[in-house]
């Protein structure tokens, strides 16, 4: 945020007229491996020591502490009771998740969680459970299930009421089949055999990623046609928006359609990019967007955060908009040692809801 943003938003917070909670801050943030020492995550020898555990738990609070989100979305979590403790020592009442860590060999831990906390009621909690009518319809397994559990954390927010948060961390890119090499084949048949495995692999990997985002958007449509509440999805995509392997998350047009019932009854459906949002607010102009993850050199937006029309100014009817969108990325593009040694590998995003007048 600029000084000069700041600025506005003090004058209008300390004005006769401020109206109070008329600011809300959504967060979605990758915690990179948050696991409690002695456990180790993945293998024996990833186990932070205490002093780097220390330090871990230090940024996480640096940031809270400056940036003061109202709701928070969690990505890679697998000390779920130390993390509820850390928040709820930093204002955060509310604070849950749908699932636990997988432990194996007695202190080696997989599957990492998503989790939510919120300074706001959080009154109902519930995974996400995809239909498996519809998933073998697609042409997938019968039992097709999420390659991590998804959140929905129905929140109290303040005017607006209860909203549906989801908190997501979408299938990553690695690949689904691995080739370790054999002695007993050749150099270049050893290459052939991982090339096939990443060629196929990594589609796999597109499918379920794919799948996983259509299944959710299907599950709240759903809940959007019986409950009428606005909704947020926030998380890491692990893709971007743009390639078509999620796009179908903000589709907002419907073929064979007539434009009257388009914007009649879709727009109630559709989500939109908070990025999107504030750039159509935003009087500067257009900004370039920075990447929120880094891959030797290159980089990409993973993470989002995507709101319903009840946060789009372009909606009459709409109670927020989006003010300010930031990315807190300088642990990634300029670390410093001592500040950021244990941090994430992810920019946190971070939006700014302001109630319209």
């Not at 995974?127 to 991590?148: H, I, N, Y």
Request: with cysteine.
């Amino acid at each position: 945020m600029s000084s000069k943003q700041a600025s506005e938003i003090k004058l209008l917070t300390t004005s006769p007229e401020f109206v109070p909670d008329s600011f809300i801050k959504i967060a979605t943030f990758n915690l990179f491996n948050y696991l409690q020492p002695p456990l180790a995550f993945y293998d024996f020898e990833r186990i932070y020591s205490a002093e780097q555990w220390t330090k871990k738990q230090q940024w996480i609070t640096d940031y809270i502490n400056e940036f003061k989100p109202d709701v928070i979305g969690f990505q890679e979590v697998f000390s779920s009771d130390s993390l509820s403790e850390l928040v709820t020592g930093l204002g955060y009442e509310f604070f849950q998740v749908v699932d636990q860590m997988e432990v194996i060999d007695d202190f080696i831990c997989r599957s990492p969680v998503v989790a939510i906390a919120s300074k706001y009621p959080i009154v109902d909690i519930q995974a996400v459970c995809p239909d498996q009518r519809l998933a073998m319809a697609m042409g997938l397994k019968e039992d097709f299930s999420f390659s991590r559990q998804i959140l929905r954390a129905t929140i109290k927010l303040p005017h607006i009421g209860d909203t549906d948060c989801y908190v997501v961390h979408f299938k990553s890119k690695r690949s689904l089949l691995e080739h370790e090499n054999s002695s007993e084949l050749s150099s270049e048949k050893n290459i052939i055999e991982k090339l096939k495995a990443q060629v196929a692999g990594g589609w796999g990997s597109t499918i379920q990623r794919g799948s996983e985002a259509a299944l959710l958007m299907v599950n709240m449509i759903v809940r959007r046609e019986e409950t009428g509440q606005p909704m947020i999805l926030m998380g890491d995509f692990n893709n971007t928006l743009a390639d078509g392997v999620l796009s179908h998350l903000v589709t907002d047009t419907l073929r064979f359609t007539s434009k009257y019932d388009s914007d009649s009854y879709l727009d109630k459906y559709c989500l939109k990019d908070a990025w999107d949002l504030f750039q159509s607010t935003d009087n500067s102009g257009p900004a370039p967007r920075k990447p929120t993850h880094y891959f030797g050199e290159s980089s990409s937006v993973l993470d989002y955060i995507l709101l319903s029309r009840e946060f789009d100014a372009n909606y009459h009817l709409s109670l927020f908009e989006v003010c300010e969108h930031q990315t807190c990325d300088r642990h990634l593009i300029n670390p410093v040692f001592e500040r950021d040694g244990e941090s994430t590998d992810h920019a946190v995003v971070l939006i700014t809801l302001q109630l319209r007048s």
